[in-house]
C-alpha cells in the first residue's frame, strides 16, 4: 500500500512539474529589429484539421530602422487561412502554423514576403525545441550552399490575437514552383508522353490512409517502407500519373539492389542526381538528424527531357531535433560526437526509411566522392570558422527577442529527449551547440573515410582474367575523373597511359607492386589506352573513360 502511494505521489509530481515547465508566461513587445507578424484568427478555432479564415499583417522596416507595434504594416495586411501544422510538434505550446494568402473572396493570392518569391503558402516554424532558434535556418542556408533549393527563411516576432508568440521562422512551404522546387507543373490531362515523366514530390513520412504506396522492397522484415504523395496531391494525382512515380522508383531500387547496380547504364546512376544525394547524405549527417531519412524525407523529380528526369534528394527540412544528442536510440544518443544517422534502421522506428544510402556506400565511386566532396566542403562552408560565423551572426539577431521567447517559454523546457540537460541561459545554449558542432565534426573528419564508411566496397570494373583463369588487375573506378587506381595480383614493373592517337600522356612507377594509383584530373575527356607492364614479362592493356 505505501509502495503504491508513493508511485501514485511520484506520478503527481511529475505531471504537475511537467505542466509548470511547459506553462507559458507572458511578454510584451513594443519594438524589435526583427520583423512583427500580426495574427488574428478573428474568433475562429485554429485547429489542425483545417485551414480558417484569419488576417495577418507583417511590419518590416528598411535602413536599420526598428519595427514598433504601432508601425503600418508595410509588407503584407489582408487576410489568410491559417491552421496548426506539424505532428508532434502541433502538441508544443509554441504552435507552428501554416498560412495559406488570400484575397478577399478566399481565393489563393501569390505575394512577395520578406523578400521570397511570390507565393501563397507559407510555414511559421516553432522555436521550443530549438533554444538557439537556428537549427532549421542553418541547415537549410548549408543546403542552399551547397547548390540545392532549400526553403528561405527569415526568423520573426509573432503576436497572434494581441498576444505575444514567441520568435518564429517565417519560411517557404515545400511546393512546386519556378521560385521553389523548380521542376515542371504536371496538370490532370498530362498522362502520356514526356509530360507523364515529371514533375513528381514525395517523401518519406507519416501518413494517412490512401496518400501513399508500398515499396516492394523491406529493408528489414515485416517492415514496409511507404513513399508519400506530395505533388501532385494525393487527391489530385491522376491514376497514370502514380502509376508512373511508382514504376520509376521501382526500376530504381530494382537497380540498385540487383547485380548491376554499380553499372554506369544498368545501375543506379541512370536513374539518381548523384550530387543530390550526396550533399543530402553529408548535411544529414553532419547534423546526425534523427528525423533525416525516417521522417520529412523528400525526393523531386522532373520530367525526362529535362536532364534526363532524374531522381533528386531534397529539399531538406525538419531540423529541430538534429544537432544535438537525442535520447532515442544508440546511434542519436550518444554524447562523443560518433555515430551514423543512414543507420536509422536499427532502431525499429516507424516511417521506416527505405536502405537506399546503405547500398549506395558500397560502390567505391559513390562512396570516394562523398569523401571528397565532404573534404571540399570542410574547408568552405562546412568549416568551424564558417559555421561559427553564421552561428554568431544569429545569435547577435535575436539578441533582444530572446528575452522576450524566454519569458513565455521555459528555456529548459524541451519536447525533444535530449541527453544532457539544458543550459539555463541563451549564452550557454550557444555554447554547448558550438561544442556539439566541434565534437561532431571532428568525428566525422575520422570517420568518413573509405575503410570506416563501408566493410565491402564494390568497384566498378570486374576482375580481368588471364587465359589460364589467372587473375591479374584490377582498374578503377572506370569511368574515372580524379584518381585511377590499379591493384595487380602480379607484380607491376611500369604503367602507361596513351589518348587513341597513341600520344603518350603518363607513365608511373609503383611504390607499392601490387598497387598504384595515378592522377588523371588534368586530362581532357576521352578514352585512353592504360598499358601494365608486369615484372614476370606479362603485358596487358585496357581501355578507359576519362570525364
Request: aromatic share 14%; proline share 4%.
Amino acid at each position: 500500500m505505501f509502495k503504491t502511494a508513493t508511485a501514485l505521489l511520484f506520478c503527481f509530481c511529475f505531471l504537475f512539474s511537467a505542466a509548470i515547465t511547459r506553462a507559458q508566461g507572458f511578454a510584451t513587445l513594443d519594438s524589435t529589429n526583427l520583423p512583427i507578424i500580426l495574427l488574428y484568427s478573428n474568433g475562429n478555432t485554429i485547429n489542425d484539421q483545417n485551414k480558417v479564415t484569419g488576417n495577418m499583417k507583417i511590419i518590416s522596416n528598411t535602413n536599420g530602422k526598428k519595427n514598433r507595434i504601432t508601425d503600418p504594416a508595410n509588407v503584407y495586411d489582408g487576410k489568410i487561412g491559417i491552421e496548426v501544422r506539424g505532428a508532434t510538434s502541433a502538441s508544443y505550446p509554441q504552435k507552428p502554423f501554416s498560412i495559406e494568402t488570400r484575397d478577399d473572396l478566399g481565393n489563393d493570392r501569390k505575394v512577395s514576403l520578406l523578400g521570397m518569391p511570390k507565393e501563397s503558402d507559407w510555414i511559421l516554424l516553432s522555436n521550443y525545441n530549438d533554444k538557439v532558434f537556428m537549427r532549421n535556418s542553418l541547415s537549410f542556408k548549408l543546403f542552399n550552399e551547397m547548390g540545392h533549393y532549400a526553403s528561405r527563411t527569415r526568423l520573426c516576432e509573432v503576436l497572434l490575437d494581441g498576444n505575444y508568440r514567441g520568435v518564429y521562422v517565417f519560411t517557404e512551404k515545400i511546393k512546386r514552383d519556378s521560385g521553389r522546387v523548380d521542376i515542371a507543373k504536371l496538370d490532370a490531362n498530362d498522362n502520356f508522353g514526356d509530360s507523364l515523366t515529371g514533375g513528381y514530390i514525395f517523401k518519406i513520412d507519416t501518413h494517412g490512409s490512401s496518400d501513399y504506396w508500398t515499396s516492394q522492397f523491406r529493408p528489414r522484415a515485416n517492415t514496409n517502407v511507404e513513399f508519400v504523395y506530395h505533388y501532385p496531391k494525393a487527391d489530385e494525382i491522376t491514376k497514370e500519373q502514380r502509376a508512373y512515380i511508382r514504376i520509376f522508383v521501382n526500376e530504381f531500387e530494382t537497380a540498385l539492389n540487383g547485380n548491376s547496380f554499380a553499372d554506369p547504364l544498368q545501375g543506379y546512376k541512370s536513374y539518381i542526381d548523384v550530387n543530390s544525394f550526396i550533399d543530402y547524405f553529408i548535411l544529414q549527417e553532419v547534423s546526425r538528424n534523427v528525423d533525416g531519412y525516417k521522417k520529412s524525407s523528400y525526393f523531386n523529380k522532373d520530367k525526362q527531357s529535362k536532364s534526363g528526369g532524374l531522381l533528386h534528394a531534397g529539399p531538406v527540412w525538419d531540423f529541430d531535433w538534429a544537432w544535438k544528442d537525442i535520447w532515442d536510440c544508440d546511434e542519436f544518443a550518444r554524447e562523443d560526437g560518433s555515430g551514423w544517422a543512414y543507420r536509422i534502421q536499427k532502431c525499429n522506428k516507424w516511417p521506416v526509411p527505405p536502405a537506399w544510402m546503405d547500398r549506395l556506400l558500397l560502390h567505391y565511386e559513390f562512396a570516394d566522392k562523398l569523401i571528397k566532396r565532404y573534404q571540399q566542403l570542410r574547408t568552405t562552408i562546412l568549416s568551424d570558422n564558417y559555421l561559427y560565423h553564421q552561428i554568431d551572426s544569429m545569435s547577435t539577431l535575436v539578441n533582444e527577442a530572446k528575452d522576450r521567447h524566454y519569458k513565455v517559454y521555459s528555456i529548459t523546457a524541451s519536447d525533444a529527449p535530449e541527453m544532457a540537460p539544458q543550459p539555463t541561459t541563451y549564452e550557454g545554449q550557444v555554447i554547448k551547440f558550438k561544442g556539439w558542432i566541434t565534437e561532431r565534426l571532428a568525428w566525422l573528419d575520422n570517420n568518413l573515410t573509405l575503410a570506416n564508411i563501408t566493410d565491402n566496397i564494390i568497384e566498378d570494373t570486374p576482375e580481368i582474367i588471364d587465359p589460364n583463369n589467372a587473375k591479374i588487375y584490377k582498374i578503377f573506378p572506370n569511368p574515372v575523373k580524379d584518381v585511377l587506381f590499379i591493384k595487380s595480383y602480379d607484380d607491376i614493373a611500369s604503367v602507361e597511359i596513351h589518348n587513341l592517337t597513341g600520344t603518350l600522356f603518363d607513365a608511373a612507377l609503383p611504390v607499392d607492386p601490387k598497387y598504384i594509383q595515378i592522377n588523371v584530373s588534368g586530362f581532357t575527356s576521352g578514352y585512353y589506352f592504360v598499358t601494365i607492364r608486369f615484372v614476370n614479362g606479362k603485358v596487358a592493356t585496357d581501355k578507359v573513360v576519362v570525364r
